[in-house]
């Protein structure tokens, strides 16, 4: 429904913006290209709109009342935002500079040594690429575009689908014994916990499934980093939930193993994140285009690594 409330003119909300910053209606009138009359007109205009003193005149300079003060915080942050709005739907203000935030996991696990190829592509691009948990606002800010682990629903802001994420139980290829039961050998392999929001409930549900209420849940090693925690499982220190698409190249290799046929389908995915009229940039329809081929290398994987294990089965969570 719209409003109902009546705002006063754009200009004169302009005219005391500036003066308010600058305590000077000669300074805002400079600012704004109009004589320094006008300016004092915008603004009488304005405090008879609203019905309060904005200003205290005084003989050299002007001083914002308590109403004023109060007013000035809004009016500075509505300018802002219309500001970046504008900005924002107008062309690319930095079209060879690609400015990427990265989850840090994604980023040092998969992305960083692939860049090479996009830049052979792209050689008039610069990349400033940015690990960074917390999802940014793109309120001012220089950054291009996101690559995030969620639900692809991100208030004000458009996502796209990189590819669907999975959770695979791994370890070392060391900790298991070929011609002994697995799943004992499990209750004796120290659990590493990764506390991610989507790997840190999977633990009870594991047990449940496989039926190992004797299996020890706690863990004496609890890592946030992805990366750390696959150092951990690579040094052989125990065994952990892992998304498989920052492993995949690492199963592949043998240097991990997944010792029991079981998985996941991960509460996220991948996506890249961006507001709409980023993705309108050349620069960001050019990364588009190069990750979306990239990424298909993970979901291959995926589907290879399902047909030659049939007797892998999905844990429902």
């Not at 400015?99 to 052979?120: K, T, Y």
């Not at 689908?161 to 060391?174: A, G, N, Q, R, T």
Request: one cysteine or more; charged letters at 20%.
């Amino acid at each position: 429904m719209p409003s109902n409330r009546v705002l006063p003119p754009l200009k004169s909300l302009q005219a005391f913006r500036y003066a308010a910053q600058t305590l000077s209606f000669k300074k805002a009138a400079e600012s704004l290209f109009v004589t320094q009359a006008a300016v004092s007109q915008q603004i009488k205009t304005l405090e008879q709109s609203l019905g309060v003193e904005l200003f205290e005149r005084q003989t050299r300079q002007v001083v914002l009342t308590s109403e004023g003060q109060y007013l000035f915080e809004y009016v500075e942050k509505a300018f802002a935002l219309l500001e970046d709005g504008v900005k924002g739907v107008t062309e690319d203000p930095n079209p060879n500079t690609l400015v990427i935030s990265s989850v840090p996991s994604f980023s040092s696990r998969w992305l960083v040594s692939r860049l090479g190829r996009f830049q052979a592509l792209e050689p008039d691009i610069n990349l400033r690429l940015s690990p960074s948990i917390g999802l940014s606002t793109f309120i001012d800010s220089d950054l291009d575009v996101c690559i995030r682990l969620g639900r692809g629903q991100y208030t004000g802001l458009q996502s796209q689908l990189l590819f669907k994420e999975y959770l695979v139980l791994v370890c070392h290829p060391s900790l298991i014994k070929v011609n002994e039961s697995v799943k004992e050998q499990l209750m004796n392999i120290p659990i590493i916990t990764d506390t991610g929001p989507d790997v840190q409930h999977v633990w009870p549900v594991l047990q449940r499934f496989l039926d190992l209420y004797d299996m020890p849940m706690k863990s004496h090693l609890h890592v946030a980093d992805s990366t750390s925690l696959v150092e951990a499982l690579l040094s052989q220190q125990g065994l952990a939930m892992m998304r498989y698409g920052l492993v995949y190249e690492l199963i592949e290799k043998g240097q991990l193993i997944c010792p029991l046929p079981i998985y996941m389908k991960s509460q996220y995915d991948f996506y890249l994140v961006a507001p709409s009229p980023h993705f309108k940039y050349q620069k960001v329809k050019a990364f588009k285009q190069w990750i979306e081929r990239e990424v298909k290398e993970v979901d291959s994987s995926w589907q290879a690594y399902l047909k030659n294990n049939p007797d892998m089965e999905e844990v429902i969570v």
